[in-house]
């Protein structure tokens, strides 16, 4: 008996060590293809850092100064799909198929780069519009960067863009083949029929579309495929194609975070909710689902009162929305339609209109034109309101608070931040730089210097003149930027940096 009782227990402890071995066989190779073995930052630090590197990379001061000649003072490659980011905190981040780079500006050295050797990226950003401010609720601060995870590009983290470190994380049902897009405390995901807006934190705000495993019934606007997108504080609109609601592109607004509306319609929240509209019913098509009476739009312009969206016909030209889709101006453009349609094609990855933002205009690049639309103060009759026919209490219409409680003694007029067409200029190679009121616009022959006021015409009989860069026969898009005294250049395959 003692016999077998030992056998048993040199069994027992064989079938144990074996479990074990292959517990920690398991434990290995989850371990081996896990996120956090195939993930490396390496950050910046006085330290570690190569020699200059660190100083170098203080957050330069904006010049004022519009260069008279321009030469290439470093290069390097990036994924021409990914293109670069330009950050006002002194760098210039690359990315590849895994991994992005953070060059110091100035001096082209690599000074911090994150790897996720098991994940592809898919886009890389930044809602910065000046130097960054991780800590701040203006933006969402930083290097943003969306990897992707069992077929969606789902997993979003920011990073600090002088020294790497990280910054907010958060997963989300992406579509592939979309885009990231920023708009004052906002930014979002843009996917063909699913797209989300989040707040400076990164938490979800808006969702709509095609959802994926939907928390709540009565998904809106599906069927619908998303070709544009942009926001500011209170307000987003999109370009949509719903073949149900006829052949013409729709424009579609809605405020960025629904469910923090003051005295919202019960149920209303990230995944349920209707555009902006004056009839409180979901049922009834709201005058803020704007039919443009156009096979193709594109947003050029987004005010909390406002949408300019460029449309291909009847004729091309620049409309003007107010908040409850009414047309408030229509100003004609000598853009072809076909330009027009070409990038608001359906068949494309969904890809927001490429913009930048100054103080007090939008510049937006649709074919080769660029298009400056600029925010103006108006006083005009008060509109009716989202909720209600009266009017706000107060005379801002910008204010959600305001415009969502009816005052008994109302207004003759209120203020709103009304858009403008201001000029078009044919011949972008891609978005310009821009030194103070002077913009830098990438032509075949170089950059075209003009004020962004006047634009290119004015300022053309005034003495405008072209700085020669010589792109060593490239003649692709060339988006431009200037970090402190250095002129970037995004060439597809390559970022040069001129100074």
């Not at 923090?260 to 709201?286: F, I, M």
């Not at 009816?406 to 201001?422: G, H, N, R």
Request: with cysteine; glycine share 10%; charged share 15%.
């Amino acid at each position: 008996m003692t016999s077998t009782f030992r056998r048993r227990r040199l069994l027992d402890r064989s079938l144990a060590a074996g479990l074990a071995l292959v517990v920690a066989v398991a434990g290995i190779l989850v371990y081996r293809s896990s996120d956090i073995r195939n993930a490396d930052l390496v950050v910046s630090s006085p330290g570690n850092a190569p020699s200059g590197a660190y100083a170098a990379a203080s957050v330069p001061s904006p010049s004022s100064a519009v260069p008279t000649t321009l030469t290439q003072k470093w290069t390097a490659a990036t994924d021409p799909a990914l293109g670069v980011v330009s950050s006002e905190s002194g760098v210039v981040v690359t990315a590849d198929t895994h991994t992005i780079s953070a060059h110091d500006a100035v001096s082209g050295v690599v000074r911090w780069t994150y790897t996720r050797s098991n994940r592809t990226l898919c886009a890389i950003g930044s809602g910065d519009t000046g130097p960054a401010d991780m800590t701040s609720s203006a933006s969402i601060a930083g290097i943003a960067t969306v990897y992707g995870e069992n077929g969606f590009c789902s997993q979003v983290m920011t990073f600090d863009p002088v020294t790497g470190a990280r910054g907010k994380v958060r997963t989300s049902p992406g579509q592939e083949n979309g885009s990231l897009v920023f708009g004052s405390p906002y930014g979002g995901w843009l996917g063909a029929t699913r797209l989300e807006v989040w707040r400076y934190d990164l938490v979800r705000t808006i969702q709509y579309g095609d959802q994926a495993n939907p928390p709540k019934p009565g998904q809106s606007r599906l069927g619908c495929t998303f070709t544009d997108l942009a926001m500011t504080s209170n307000q987003f609109a999109a370009v949509e194609h719903c073949p149900s609601e006829g052949a013409n592109a729709r424009v579609v607004l809605n405020f960025d975070d629904p469910g923090a509306v003051v005295d919202h319609p019960d149920g209303w929240d990230v995944w349920q909710h209707y555009p902006r509209t004056c009839v409180p019913d979901p049922n009834k098509k709201g005058c803020a689902d704007i039919d443009t009476g156009a096979a193709a739009a594109r947003i050029v312009g987004l005010t909390a009162d406002r949408v300019a969206v460029l449309v291909s016909g009847p004729k091309p030209a620049v409309v003007v929305y107010d908040a409850t889709g009414k047309e408030a101006s229509r100003t004609p453009v000598d853009i072809p339609a076909a330009d027009i349609i070409a990038a608001d094609s359906v068949s494309k990855p969904a890809k927001v209109t490429p913009a930048v933002q100054t103080d007090s205009t939008r510049l937006s690049l649709v074919g080769d034109h660029l298009l400056a639309v600029s925010t103006t103060s108006a006083q005009v009759p008060p509109p009716a309101t989202a909720f209600s026919s009266a009017a706000p209490t107060t005379t801002s219409s910008s204010n959600i608070t305001d415009a969502l409680n009816p005052s008994s003694s109302a207004p003759t007029t209120v203020s709103v931040s009304d858009l403008t067409l201001s000029w078009v200029a044919d011949g972008a190679l891609g978005l310009p730089a821009a030194i103070g009121t002077t913009l830098l616009m990438p032509t075949d022959k170089g950059l075209e210097t003009f004020d962004s006021t006047s634009g290119p015409t004015v300022l053309g009989a005034a003495g405008g003149k072209t700085i020669t860069v010589d792109r060593q026969g490239y003649t692709g898009r060339v988006d431009a930027s200037a970090i402190g005294s250095m002129i970037i250049e995004d060439r597809g395959d390559s970022v040069v940096a001129l100074g």
